[in-house]
């Protein structure tokens, strides 16, 4: 019985680092295609009612706001816990951490706004909105 408790503890303690990198990988994409879908929300209501919206990236309070002139109208983006917003393109300067805020006009082009989503880990995810199509798209580094 020790020697099978003992087999079962090391092939724990081989699979867990492989087990613990996938799940922070599942939870950056997720992440991610979760960004993708708020952007694209957000154009889309944009379009459909005629409404300019306010887009605030906040990279120190890690979330993403979207604003209207309606007073009622306010929907926010949360990360879930290891995944931060590590960078907000188009970069302005480096270091910036003040929130940056971008207009959706309605049959306007789309902004060129972009979030870099990085984990504990290190990897990367970009979530960008092409302004050509109008449409989010994310990109793996």
């Known amino acids: 019985m020790l020697v099978v408790v ?13 087990i613990s990198a996938s799940v922070d990988s599942v939870r950056l994409a997720t992440a991610a295609d979760s960004t993708a879908a708020f ?10 009612r005629h409404q300019v919206l306010e887009l605030t990236i906040a990279k120190k309070q890690n979330q993403i706001a979207l604003r209207s002139a309606d007073p009622t109208f306010l929907r926010k ?5 290891g995944i931060r917003i590590g960078e907000v393109l188009p970069t ?7 929130a940056r805020v971008f207009y959706l006009i ?4 789309a ?11 290190g990897a990367k995810r970009t ?3 092409d302004p050509i199509t109008g ?7």
Not at 6 to 18: D, E, F, R, T
Not at 106 to 109: E, F, I, N, R
Not at 111 to 121: F, I, K, S
Not at 135 to 141: D, G, H, Q, T
């Open 127 to 129: 979530v960008r909105v």
């Open 39 to 48: 952007l694209n929300s957000a154009l889309n209501r944009a379009e459909q």
């Open 92 to 98: 302005i300067f480096a270091g910036e951490e003040e």
């Open 6 to 18: 003992g087999i079962v503890a090391i092939m724990m303690g081989v699979s867990y680092p492989s």
């Open 111 to 121: 902004p060129r706004v972009g979030v870099q989503l990085v984990n504990h880990r």
């Open 106 to 109: 309605p049959g306007g082009a």
């Open 77 to 81: 983006l949360e990360f879930p816990k």
């Open 135 to 141: 449409a989010p798209e994310v990109l793996r580094e």
